[in-house]
C-alpha cells in the first residue's frame, strides 16, 4: 500500500493538513453533514472538546470536499483565509484576510473597523470576485478568463 515502508499516514497529536486528506479516513458522515450544512447556511461552526478531531475534520475533510467540486457554490475555485484568533483577533484575521485577497494588510485592519459588513465590499473589491452582470459589457474572452479565476471565500477561525 504504501511504497516507503518508513511511512506512517497517522500525524499523531496535530491535526491533518489539506494535503493528508487521503489518509483523514472514517469521518464521512460528520464531513457530509457539515459538508451540506455550510452549503445550505453559507456559515458553520464546528464544536467539541479538545482533541476531538475539529481542525482535521475542517482541513482534511470539508475543505478538499469543497474544493473537489462537493459544496456547491457560485465558482469552482475555493480560496482559505485561516486564522487563530489569539491575542488579536482582529490583526490576525485582518493577515489572513489580506493574504488570501491579495490587499494590504493595514487596509484590511482598517475596513473591518468598519464592521464584518466589510468583508463583502472587501471580497467584492478583490480579483476574486466576478459579477456576470458587470462584466457582460467586458470582451468576451477577458470576462471568461476573469470567470475561470474567480474564486469563493472560506474564512476560518481554528481556536
Not at 482534511?60 to 488579536?88: H, M
Not at 473591518?112 to 456576470?132: I, N, R, T
Not at 471568461?144 to 474564486?151: E, G, L, P
Request: aromatic content about 12%; overall charge negative; glycine content about 8%.
Amino acid at each position: 500500500m504504501f511504497q516507503d515502508p518508513g511511512f506512517c499516514p497517522y500525524t499523531g497529536l496535530r491535526p491533518f493538513t489539506e494535503d493528508e486528506s487521503i489518509y483523514f479516513k472514517g469521518r464521512d458522515e460528520h464531513i457530509d453533514q457539515a459538508t451540506k450544512q455550510l452549503e445550505r447556511n453559507k456559515f458553520i461552526i464546528v464544536t467539541g472538546a479538545s482533541g476531538d478531531g475539529k481542525s482535521s475534520l475542517v482541513y482534511a475533510g470539508i475543505i478538499p470536499n469543497a474544493k473537489a467540486g462537493f459544496l456547491r457554490a457560485n465558482y469552482s475555485n475555493w480560496t482559505v483565509a485561516d486564522f487563530r484568533p489569539e491575542r488579536s483577533p482582529m490583526r490576525n484575521l485582518s493577515h489572513a484576510l489580506a493574504q488570501a485577497l491579495g490587499i494590504n494588510e493595514s487596509t484590511a485592519f482598517t475596513e473591518l473597523g468598519y464592521g464584518f459588513s466589510a468583508l463583502v465590499d472587501m471580497y467584492k473589491a478583490s480579483p476574486l470576485y466576478f459579477d456576470p452582470l458587470a462584466e457582460a459589457t467586458e470582451a468576451g474572452d477577458a470576462s471568461r478568463v476573469r470567470a475561470r479565476q474567480s474564486s469563493n471565500l472560506i474564512i476560518l477561525a481554528d481556536q
